[in-house]
Every structure is written in structure tokens, then in C-alpha cells.
């Protein structure tokens, strides 16, 4: 196995590199996505810890600085402008769940006007699941659909 793996690698392609250009928020972009990370760990965090809202589970692991590891996903994607409350809180699995399996015909703005109790059910990674908001968030979620419609 050795030599096979040896070989191998002596045929392996050389890695290259290029530089290319990226776009970043900035500004009041950057800021809002601060306010974000601040609003979702006040809303999210309980005696377990800070809770991905999908999977009610406390987020796998704490940076060195001892803050939770989580993803902040923007929910509502077609909104004019960048609302700090436009965002949730997710551990790294459901994250990429959401923004790469979201079933395409989800109309979370319905869902949220029309939410009934503190979770809206999605179809993501095939199967379905539930997000929690507290109400707080259903609250300011729903202020900002009202804004951006006027």
C-alpha cells in the first residue's frame, strides 16, 4: 500500500493559487451583522447555552475566546435593505442545511406573518423541520416585512 500511495503521490498535480476579488459587507453592513450576533445570543441563550433554532440544541463548541460558535444566517433573503433581526442563529450543520437545501418554493414571508405558535416548519435537506423564534423575534420579523412593504 505504501509504495502504491508513494506513487501516487509522486503523480499528484502541483497545488496553484490565484487571487481573486471578493465582496465583504462594510459600513452599516458590517454593523448590522454585529447588532445580529448580539440580538440572537440574547434571544437564543439559556441555562444549556446558545440553541441552534432548528435543532434546539446547544451549539457544538465555544471559540478560544469563550464565545458559542454559531452561524448567523440572514432568513428573509429578498429584503430591500439589512435588518439586524433579519437574521438566525444556527449550529454549522443546519446552517449549510438552510442556505443549500432550502426548498426553493418556501415562502418564509408567509410564514411568519401567518405563524400561529413560535415555529414555522421548512423543507431542508429533504426532510422537514421546524425553526423556533422567540416571541420577540416573530415580532420584529414581522415589523420589518411591514416595513419593506410599504
Not at 6 to 26: G, L, M, N, Y
Amino acid at each position: 500500500r505504501s509504495k502504491r500511495v508513494k506513487e501516487q503521490a509522486d503523480e499528484a498535480p502541483d497545488r496553484f493559487f490565484e487571487i481573486r476579488k471578493r465582496s465583504v459587507p462594510t459600513g452599516a453592513s458590517a454593523e448590522t451583522k454585529n447588532l445580529a450576533t448580539k440580538y440572537l445570543i440574547q434571544e437564543y441563550t439559556h441555562e444549556e447555552g446558545l440553541l441552534c433554532q432548528i435543532c434546539n440544541k446547544e451549539v457544538p463548541f465555544k471559540l478560544n475566546n469563550g464565545n458559542f460558535y454559531f452561524e448567523k444566517v440572514r432568513f428573509l433573503d429578498n429584503l430591500k435593505r439589512d435588518h439586524q433581526y433579519n437574521f438566525i442563529a444556527l449550529c454549522a450543520n443546519h446552517s449549510a442545511m438552510f442556505q443549500y437545501t432550502l426548498d426553493e418554493n418556501e415562502n418564509l414571508v408567509d410564514k411568519i406573518k401567518n405563524i400561529k405558535s413560535n415555529n414555522i416548519k421548512i423543507k431542508i435537506g429533504q426532510s422537514l423541520h421546524k425553526i423556533y423564534f422567540t416571541n420577540k423575534h416573530i415580532l420584529d420579523l414581522k415589523a420589518i416585512i411591514e416595513s419593506e412593504n410599504k
